[in-house]
């Protein structure tokens, strides 16, 4: 099992900036993927942003140019430094570990943190 425990949501103005963090631990593989999703009500859940331990970033279309993922592998934390905020970027953000494990992907999520951006 991994636990993960965010922090960092809250509510900022329309063209702000905030940072959420995410510590995972448990049972971490040295190989995986730490990452950002988000879910805005009535919405399917979307990728915001990715990292894997090798470097490998991917970021959704919503946070192209604006958003930042950064980890640390040693501490197994990752962030997301958000900027120019936009009231449609107002969403439940998740967490998320994930590493291969025999034939699959195992997907580990954290609780969520609330993201309200006013416009």
């Known amino acids: 099992q991994v636990q993960l425990v965010e922090s960092g949501g809250g509510l900022v103005h329309t063209g702000g900036s905030l940072t959420l963090s995410c510590v995972a631990s448990?049972?971490?593989?040295?190989?995986?993927?730490m990452g950002w999703y988000r879910q805005a009500p009535g919405t399917e859940r979307e990728l915001v942003a990715a990292r894997s331990t090798g470097g490998s970033t991917d970021y959704g279309d919503s946070a192209k140019g604006r958003f930042i993922i950064s980890r640390n592998n040693t501490r197994h934390t990752v962030n997301l430094q958000m900027n120019s905020l936009k009231p449609e970027d107002t969403a439940v953000y998740f967490c998320?570990?994930?590493?291969?494990?025999?034939?699959?992907?195992?997907?580990?999520w954290g609780q969520g943190t609330q993201v309200t951006v006013s416009s």
């Open positions: 998320l570990y994930k590493h291969w494990h025999s034939t699959t992907w195992r997907d580990y």
């Open positions: 448990g049972n971490i593989i040295s190989a995986n993927v």
